[in-house]
Nanobody, 121 residues
Framework: QVQLVQSGGGLVQAGGSLRLSCAAS????????IGWFRQTPGKERESVAA????????SYADSVKGRFTISRDNAKNTVYLQMNSLKPEDTAVYYCAAGGRGLSGTTYGYWGQGTQVTVSS
């Protein structure tokens, strides 16, 4: 198993930046693909970004391409989501997840606790 602990998030004005972190413990972190997802009340979970176990391959939802960057540091067992040019519609609870395939949230078996990101207009 792998345990995921998220940090970062908070309140930011539109146009600002935030960085989310997802730290893993347990089984070998570098074995896992990692994804970021988000959800707002009353809406379905939305895929945001994903990174392969090696860090070579990344994927992004169209809504965040060019603004968000996913990266990982396997030596630190941590994945990051750098969010720039934030928009009010980016407001959501963000979750990191491990062990899945690309942006397919249903394939991920391990989830972080979630962190709130609020973007004010």
């Amino acid at each position: 198993q792998v345990q995921l602990v998220q940090s970062g998030g908070g309140l930011v004005q539109a146009g600002g930046s935030l960085r989310l972190s997802c730290a893993a413990s347990g089984r070998t972190f570098s074995d896992y693909n990692i994804g970021w997802f988000r959800q707002t009340p009353g809406k379905e979970r939305e895929s945001v970004a994903a990174i392969s176990w090696s860090g070579i391959s990344t994927s992004y939802a169209d809504s965040v391409k060019g603004r968000f960057t996913i990266s990982r540091d396997n030596a630190k067992n941590t994945v990051y989501l750098q969010m720039n040019s934030l928009k009010p519609e980016d407001t959501a609870v963000y979750y990191c997840a491990a062990g899945g395939r690309g942006l397919s949230g249903t394939t991920y078996g391990y989830w972080g606790q979630g962190t709130q990101v609020t973007v004010s207009s």
